[in-house]
Every structure is written in C-alpha cells, then in structure tokens.
C-alpha cells in the first residue's frame, strides 16, 4: 500500500506563488510517473503537469510557462510550483503517482488534496 501526503497549498493573491509538494511513502519499489491534477467547483477533475521518473514534462496549455513540476526520486517527493497564479488557478489540487511495489506488484494513488485559492 502506498500513501501520499500532499502540503502547500493555501490562500495567494493573483500574482503570488505556492509550491506544492506530495510526498509518497508504503512498499515502493519505484515511481514511474508523478503528476498534479485539479478540480474546480462543478467542473471535472484535469491534468496539470506530470513529470516521469527519467524528468520528462507534460503540462495543460493553461499551465505553461508559469508552473513546474520536479521531483527527488531518492526522497519519493513531487513538488509543483506555481507562480503568476490567476484566480482560475483556484482548485483543489491533487497528486497522483503511478509506479511499481515491492513483490512486483503494480499502484497507483491519489492524495487527499490540497486546496488552492487565488483571490483577485
């Protein structure tokens, strides 16, 4: 079993910054691929970046440039930084890895959330 505890969020100005952090512990062998998602009141949970274990980046359009995803394999820790935030931004924010247990067994878990406001 695998457990993910996420951190960071919080209240922000439009401008400000946050840094996420999501930090993954249980019987891992490795993780594959580490991603943050967000749900924003009455609309579908979406991709926000995801970042593999070799480094490889993906993000949403709406993300570019202003968010990066990084993580420390040898601590099993993702983080997101966010900078330039737009009230749009606003969401709860969710982490996701998918990887290998140990005895070879196959996961993928989701954290708890954490949420993100940007006020105008």
């Known amino acids: 079993q695998v457990q993910l505890v996420e951190s960071g969020g919080g209240l922000v100005q439009a401008g400000g910054s946050l840094r996420l952090s999501c930090a993954a512990s249980?019987?891992?062998?490795?993780?594959?691929?580490m991603g943050w998602y967000r749900q924003a009141p009455g609309k579908q949970r979406e991709l926000v970046a995801t970042i593999t274990r070799g480094g490889s980046t993906n993000y949403a359009d709406s993300v570019k440039g202003r968010f990066t995803i990084s993580r420390d394999n040898a601590k099993n820790t993702g983080y997101l930084q966010m900078n330039s935030l737009k009230p749009e931004d606003t969401a709860v924010y969710y982490c996701n890895v998918q990887g290998w247990a140990l005895g070879a067994t196959r996961f993928g878990s989701w954290g708890q959330g954490t949420q993100v406001t940007v006020s105008s």
């Open positions: 249980g019987r891992i062998f490795n993780i594959d691929v």
